[in-house]
């Protein structure tokens, strides 16, 4: 197989990981029982939903606090102060927004310029920020399908990075050699 053929394949196979995962952003996630801006209907509250406008959902910091005491109990303390815990909008948002900005510029880039063996770096960034987005924020550890989306981050980081490593071995394999002079 040839190396541009295999690049291609590896490059649209990381593109569609990252539809999948930029699709996973937009699927419910949390109930909101106490946002205000729903009239007191239970709503379903998507990570990207939150994500563009925080502010918007911030009844759900006191649903998320409650749901983190319920799911961890009620002396949960916040690892980085370590006073009892407080859901605030702010935790989630810098693996997030590297997860939905990877996957926009990963899908453009391995589907315009395919043919280039590198940026199969790019679902690997984004898989890494998901899987440590998951694993350090409880925040993601409680969503309904918190589950679904580290094991679908797991995969695009294994995918990625076995396509990296093909993509490179290949590129540096066909470099032309140079002969030595006589």
């Known amino acids: 197989m040839k190396k541009g053929i295999l690049v291609t394949i590896c490059n649209f196979v990381c593109a569609v990981l990252l539809i999948a995962v930029l ?3 937009f ?15 239970d709503k379903e509250v998507s990570i990207a939903e939150y994500m563009w406008i925080p502010k918007h ?15 961890y109990g009620p002396d949960y303390k916040d690892p980085a102060t370590g006073r009892k815990f407080s859901f605030k ?23 315009l310029f395919h043919k280039k063996f ?3 770096a790019i679902p690997l ?18 969503g309904h399908n918190a589950s679904t989306h580290l094991l679908v981050f797991i995969i695009v980081t294994a995918v990625s990075a ?17 002969m030595p002079r006589q």
């Open 89 to 111: 909008p702010n935790y989630i948002l810098p693996a997030m927004l590297t997860v939905f900005l990877g996957c926009i510029v990963g899908i453009v880039c391995c589907v």
């Open 27 to 41: 699927q419910p996630f949390w109930t909101c029982s106490k946002c205000k801006t729903h009239k007191g209907v």
């Open 125 to 142: 960034i984004v898989g890494i920020a998901g899987m440590l987005g998951h694993l350090s924020y409880p925040a993601l550890q409680v």
């Open 57 to 71: 959902h911030e009844p759900i910091s006191d649903d998320m606090t409650d749901l983190y005491r319920e799911y």
């Open 118 to 120: 590198f940026l199969t």
């Open 23 to 25: 699709v996973m952003q």
């Open 162 to 178: 076995v396509c990296f490593l093909l993509s490179t071995i290949l590129a540096i394999l066909s470099k032309p050699r140079k």
